[in-house]
């Protein structure tokens, strides 16, 4: 009986590890998929691309932490939201090029316009 209830607790350690370490993993994993793809659509240089990964990754950082708070009054996490995006947008302005930070703002616009529209179908459909 005791070597079970060993057993068990070993595998549930084992999976928790496990599904921390994939979880930790993914988050690393977005962070550079989002960089590679700043990097292939504003043809980023070496110097460029490290810069970008760390704004990518504190931002990242930062929104979770909010998203999490769950005391936090909804109308004050959108503020924050909104600061930590206009913080972000800063940051990159000072690494990118002028035509970069033009093409980056273009292709944030879309991707805003896409949500915008998946949102309204989304809508009609209820």
Same mark, same amino acid.
């Given at each position: 009986?005791?070597? %079970?209830?060993?057993?068990?607790?070993?595998?549930?350690?084992?999976?928790?590890?496990?599904?921390?370490?994939?979880?930790?993993?993914?988050?690393?994993?977005? %962070?550079?998929?989002?960089?590679?793809?700043?990097?292939?659509?504003?043809?980023?240089?070496?110097?460029?691309?490290?810069?970008?990964?760390?704004?990518?990754?504190?931002?990242?950082?930062?929104?979770?932490?909010?998203?999490?708070?769950?005391?936090?009054?909804?109308?004050?996490?959108?503020?924050?939201?909104? /600061?930590?995006?206009?913080?972000?947008? &800063?940051?990159?302005?000072?690494?990118? &090029?002028?035509?970069?930070?033009?093409?980056?703002?273009?292709?944030?616009?879309?991707?805003? /316009?896409?949500?915008?529209?998946?949102?309204?179908?989304?809508?009609?459909?209820?």
């Amino acid at each position: 009986m005791k070597r %079970i209830a060993i057993a068990r607790i070993v595998l549930i350690t084992l999976f928790t590890l496990t599904t921390t370490t994939i979880f930790s993993q993914d988050k690393r994993d977005y %962070i550079r998929i989002l960089t590679d793809s700043m990097k292939a659509r504003l043809s980023l240089n070496e110097g460029q691309y490290g810069q970008v990964y760390n704004i990518n990754k504190s931002f990242s950082e930062k929104m979770a932490a909010l998203r999490k708070d769950n005391v936090m009054p909804r109308a004050e996490k959108g503020k924050q939201l909104k /600061q930590l995006g206009v913080t972000r947008d &800063s940051s990159l302005k000072k690494v990118l &090029s002028a035509d970069q930070f033009d093409r980056y703002e273009a292709h944030k616009s879309e991707r805003r /316009q896409q949500a915008k529209e998946r949102y309204e179908r989304k809508q009609e459909e209820k």
